[in-house]
């Protein structure tokens, strides 16, 4: 879990509340079908089969500082999931929005993306910034 979904937010943390949160807000939607080991294993397998940042490297989107249209990010993610993603903007240091966080939705197996039924609050600009890490 560390070398494959740390948390960034703390990079110094163990991940073992990043890890609880991830469960008690998404993972207990699926616990009439997955045990916790099944939902982060499910979750791990699809990290695997998509990768967003491939994804978006292959749109020409990449972590570099540069910044990026919404719209064009959305429909990379869009045409490899099949599905509109959530996008979440954070503001960088330079007062640019940053993108922070990327939704997308599985049903409650945790093999098929679905469309997302509520979407988080917040606000990214028409162009976005995709810092480096």
């Known amino acids: ?8 937010a703390c990079p110094s943390g163990n991940g073992t509340k990043f890890w609880a949160h991830e469960w008690n807000k998404h993972g207990t939607c699926s616990e009439s079908v ?13 990290k695997k089969d998509v990768d967003l940042l491939q994804i978006l490297e292959k749109a020409g989107i990449k972590p570099n500082g540069e910044s990026y249209c919404l719209k064009k990010t959305r429909k990379a993610i869009k045409d490899a999931v099949g599905f509109t993603p959530w996008i979440q903007c954070n503001v960088a240091p330079s007062g640019n ?3 922070y966080q990327v939704y997308v939705c599985v049903d409650t197996s945790g093999k098929n993306f679905i469309q997302c039924p509520v979407m988080p609050k917040g606000k990214c600009g028409s162009s976005i910034e995709f810092p480096s890490f």
């Open 34 to 46: 997955l045990s916790q080991h099944q939902y982060f294993k499910a979750a791990l397998g699809l």
């Open 97 to 99: 929005r940053q993108l």
């Open 1 to 8: 879990m560390q070398n494959n979904w740390p948390t960034l």
